[in-house]
């Protein structure tokens, strides 16, 4: 089975994983990073080798089942060690199966017989704020964003004025898992962002979706939030890998899925 890729920049290449999630390869003239590994079904390695033969490190925005289970097929990983817990629990085999078969739009395509082993969590460095990975030419810069999980990454392109937001805030953001942070912690967290990258970015990647959000997506998320905690919102019924949680509406096409025992915390 191979992955289909798109090229949408001269540095930037989208990888299409099996259950909606998209993976990015940046690369520079001397070296390449790869963000995210999707579910780990098929070999993602062999699809990288066929892209690039350059040196390759691989990041990962966070440890959830759909982006970090390809990590083993890679030498060098990185994940920010916040995430020790989500990874751990959704790299079990069943977890990863049953999250894998759910989230997969094309029955039948996701087999045991597929799967990449999960790495071990001792395998992947730590990622966190202020790292650099220079490529030659291109540079990708970390930041944090606690919300979605509580090691959720972001990544900078600053030569392409690209952001890679991952899920850790996107138009459909999920921030009701008992790894989430609560809704007043992420507003928090999510505007320390928008003032660091302020200005430095007019395009904006995510992980699910068609892969492209709008430049205003930071601002559009903030004000779900705000209008959450005035109640200025209408909330509908999600169901979620059984679990039913409130989704929150204001209007403007973006979404929260969120914890209302958690809105202060």
């Known amino acids: 089975m191979q992955f289909k890729t798109e090229k949408i920049s001269e540095h930037i290449t989208r990888i299409h994983g099996f259950c909606t999630e998209f993976m990015y390869l940046i690369e520079g003239s001397k070296a390449a990073v790869l963000i995210d590994t999707g579910c780990g079904f098929y070999s993602l390695k062999d699809c990288i080798h066929n892209l690039t033969n350059k040196p390759l490190k691989v990041l990962i925005t966070h440890g959830h089942v759909d982006h970090a289970m390809g990590a083993n097929e890679f030498e060098e990983i990185y994940l920010n060690h916040k995430d020790k817990s989500v990874y751990q629990l959704h790299s079990e085999k069943g977890f990863r199966l049953e999250g894998a078969k759910g989230l997969c739009p094309e029955k039948g395509l996701i087999k045991e017989t597929d799967m990449i082993p999960s790495a071990p969590f001792e395998k992947f460095h730590n990622l966190q704020e202020g790292d650099v990975f220079e490529l030659g030419g291109i540079h990708v810069v970390i930041y944090e964003l606690p919300g979605h999980t509580l090691g959720s990454v972001v990544m900078l392109i600053p030569e392409e004025r690209t952001i890679l937001l991952g899920d850790a805030c996107n138009p459909f953001l999920f921030l009701f898992d008992k790894f989430s942070t609560g809704l007043a912690s992420y507003e928090k967290n ?20 068609n892969g492209d959000s709008k430049p205003t997506t930071l601002e559009d998320v903030l004000k779900v939030c705000q209008d959450i905690r005035s109640g200025n919102v209408t909330d509908r019924n999600f169901v979620f890998s059984g679990e039913t949680h409130p989704l929150a509406d204001n209007g403007t096409y973006t979404f929260i899925c969120y914890d209302k025992k958690r809105i202060e915390e």
């Open 190 to 209: 999510l505007r320390a962002l928008q003032k660091k990258i302020a200005g430095k970015y007019d395009r904006v990647l995510i992980s699910h979706g």
